[in-house]
Nanobody
Framework: QVQLVESGGGLVQAGGSLRLSCAAS????????MGWFRQAPGKEREFVAT????????YYADSVKGRFTISRDNAKNTVYLQMNSLKPEDTAVYYC???????????????WGQGTLVTVSS
């Protein structure tokens, strides 16, 4: 299993950019497809993006497609989320987790991390 720590969130104006990182500890990181999720105040946690084991294939929620880019560096045990053209509706706590498959954005691990807060001002 892996332990996950998210970082990189902060305050940004609409139209700005942020890059989130998810650091994974454990020797089986490269064995999992990974995903980013987010939860806005008063909302359910939702899928944002996933990436395959190799990093070749990606999958995005319609709401972020064309603006966000997920990537991974297996040598560094890290998953990234580059967020461009940010909108106020992107405001949320962002979490990472392993997923069952690139087109199956269901979290594998029950224990979620603290996440990292992204706040986009209008």
């Amino acid at each position: 299993q892996v332990q996950l720590v998210e970082s990189g969130g902060g305050l940004v104006q609409a139209g700005g950019s942020l890059r989130l990182s998810c650091a994974a500890s454990g020797r089986t990181f490269s064995s999992y497809a990974m995903g980013w999720f987010r939860q806005a105040p008063g909302k359910e946690r939702e899928f944002v993006a996933t990436i395959s084991l190799s990093g070749i294939s990606t999958y995005y929620a319609d709401s972020v497609k064309g603006r966000f880019t997920i990537s991974r560096d297996n040598a560094k045990n890290t998953v990234y989320l580059q967020m461009n053209s940010l909108k106020p509706e992107d405001t949320a706590v962002y979490y990472c987790n392993a997923v069952r498959g690139i087109r199956i954005p269901i979290a594998l691990f029950d224990a979620w991390g603290q996440g990292t807060l992204v706040t986009v001002s209008s």
